[in-house]
């Protein structure tokens, strides 16, 4: 597989992502999609079991706080308590992997260019990983010093904006995806975390498709333990075909 030279393997960021579910299963890949599957199932194993148990509990809560003359809201806060829930759910549980499993994100990203660009697969040690684990992790902090101060903003439309105010919060959290998993290929090569945001505004139209698409799958029960390897896979791919050739020499 050599998407250099050939055609790209998908039309939009979605496509990438949903070639994701293919690459995952490459010959060659499937042992460093391993652990980060491994990190996805049991956290949000655990975080589906506790929201599940909470979110009546908050919405009765809700409910009581109601004056009668409210009491109708009930009905429409419900939906969009729930879909917040959904979203934040994902993202923040997201995060949370991302943080723990970031070394070996950047190990998968780095071998499943490897395989894209057509070169042999190195066996990985104990030692690849140790060695990556500071700058991994201080990207890791770039790109949440990047949400924090966004995301209150963004919460709190939310809240005051019907409508308008989801649309923008799920538009910014779809961006956050996209800025999440299409980093690690960045990262690897050692490129500056405010050219990556460059490069990836400069093609807007490929990073919101992506991050919506995995933003949206994020929020699939079960799907959603695939999704951490299968946006990294897919991420990688589209650097391949749309961002390499600019910021390495080949």
């Known amino acids: 597989m050599n998407t250099i030279i050939n055609q790209p393997l998908a039309n939009?960021?979605?496509?990438?992502?949903?070639?994701?579910?293919?690459?995952?299963?490459?010959?060659?890949?499937?042992?460093?999609?391993f652990i980060p599957l491994l990190v996805n199932l049991v956290l949000f194993s655990v975080a589906f079991y506790s929201l599940f148990l909470e979110l009546d509990t908050y919405m009765t809560m809700l409910d009581n706080w109601l004056p009668d003359w409210l009491s109708w809201l009930s009905a429409f806060l419900w939906p969009v308590a729930l879909?917040?829930?959904?979203v934040m759910f994902s993202f923040i549980f997201s995060s949370v992997a991302n943080w723990i499993a970031a070394p070996f994100n950047g190990l998968l990203s780095e071998?499943?260019?490897?395989?894209?660009?057509?070169?042999?697969?190195?066996?990985?040690?104990?030692?690849d990983v140790i060695k990556d684990v500071p700058r991994t992790l201080s990207r890791e902090w770039c790109k949440l010093r990047y949400y924090l101060p966004r995301a209150i903003g963004f919460f709190i439309l939310y809240w005051i904006l019907p409508v308008i105010?989801?649309?923008?919060?799920?538009?910014?959290?779809?961006?956050?995806?996209?800025?999440?998993?299409?980093d690690y290929p960045f990262d690897n090569h050692k490129i500056d975390f405010?050219?990556?945001?460059?490069?990836?505004?400069?093609?807007?139209?490929l990073s919101y498709s992506f991050g919506i698409t995995t933003a949206v799958?994020?929020?699939?029960?079960?799907?959603n333990l695939v999704v951490m390897p299968v946006a990294i896979c897919g991420a990688t791919a589209l650097w391949v075909d749309h961002y390499r050739n600019d910021f390495v020499d080949t």
């Open 12 to 33: 939009s960021g979605a496509g990438y992502f949903i070639k994701g579910f293919e690459l995952i299963r490459e010959k060659g890949i499937r042992r460093f999609v």
């Open 83 to 86: 879909l917040f829930l959904l």
């Open 111 to 127: 071998k499943m260019e490897l395989l894209l660009c057509g070169k042999t697969i190195p066996p990985a040690s104990t030692l």
């Open 165 to 182: 105010g989801q649309i923008f919060w799920f538009l910014f959290l779809a961006w956050m995806m996209a800025v999440q998993y299409k």
């Open 194 to 205: 405010n050219e990556m945001r460059y490069a990836l505004k400069q093609k807007q139209g």
């Open 217 to 223: 799958f994020s929020m699939i029960p079960i799907i």
